[in-house]
C-alpha cells in the first residue's frame, strides 16, 4: 500500500516537472523575440538593486557624519572647526541613489510591460488562429463563457504572472545577493550569523503560515 502511494506521488511529481517545463518552453517561444528587451530590463532591474543597496551605506554616513558635528560643536575646542560639509555631501548622494533606484526601476517595470504586453498579444492571435482551425464538434462539446475565458481572464493572469514574477524574480535576487556582499564588506561576524539564522527563520516561517 505504501509503495502505491509512493508511486502515485512520483508520477505527480514528474507530471509536474513536465508541465513546468512544457510551460517554460511556452513562455521562451514567445518572449524569446523581445530577448534585448529582457536584456535591457534586467541590466536596469541590476542597477536599481545596486543603488538601493548603496543608498543606505550613505544614510549610516549622513547620521554619522552628524553625530561627529554635534560632538565638535559641544566641544570648545572643536567648535571653530565644526563642519556639516560631510553630512550634506552624503545626505546629497544618499538623496541621489535613492532617485536613481526609483528611476531605473521605473524604466524596467516600463519595458517589461511592454515586451509582456506584446507577448500576450501574440498569445491572443495565436489562440484565435487556432480556434479557427478547430471543427464544429468542438464548439458543440465546449461552453461559449470557457472559451471566451481563454481570451479574457487566462490571458490576462498570464500578463499580470509575468509581470510581477519576472520582475520580481530579479530584484529579489539581486537584492540578496547585493545586501550579503555589503554586510559581508561592513562586518563579516554578523553577516555570518545572519547567515547562518536565515534557514531557521524560514523553517519558523513555514510552520507559522
Known sequence: ??????????????????????????????????????????????????????????????????????????????????????????????????LLNVLAQFIAWMIMSKFNADATNGMRKNLFAKLQRMKIRYFDTHQDGKILSLFTSDIDNIFNALNNAVFEIVSQGALYIGTLIVMFSINVKLALITVASTPFVLVIALVIM
Open 1 to 98: 500500500m505504501k509503495h502505491n502511494v509512493l508511486k502515485i506521488r512520483s508520477r505527480k511529481e514528474s507530471c509536474k516537472m513536465k508541465d513546468f517545463k512544457i510551460a517554460c518552453g511556452y513562455f521562451w517561444k514567445y518572449l524569446k523575440q523581445y530577448w534585448i528587451a529582457v536584456t535591457i530590463m534586467i541590466v536596469l532591474t541590476l542597477l536599481a538593486t545596486f543603488f538601493q543597496v548603496i543608498a543606505p551605506i550613505y544614510m549610516g554616513n549622513a547620521v554619522t557624519a552628524l553625530t561627529k558635528y554635534v560632538a565638535q560643536l559641544a566641544d570648545p575646542a572643536t567648535r571653530a572647526s565644526a563642519s556639516m560639509i560631510a553630512f550634506y555631501t552624503a545626505l546629497k548622494l544618499m538623496a541621489l541613489y535613492f
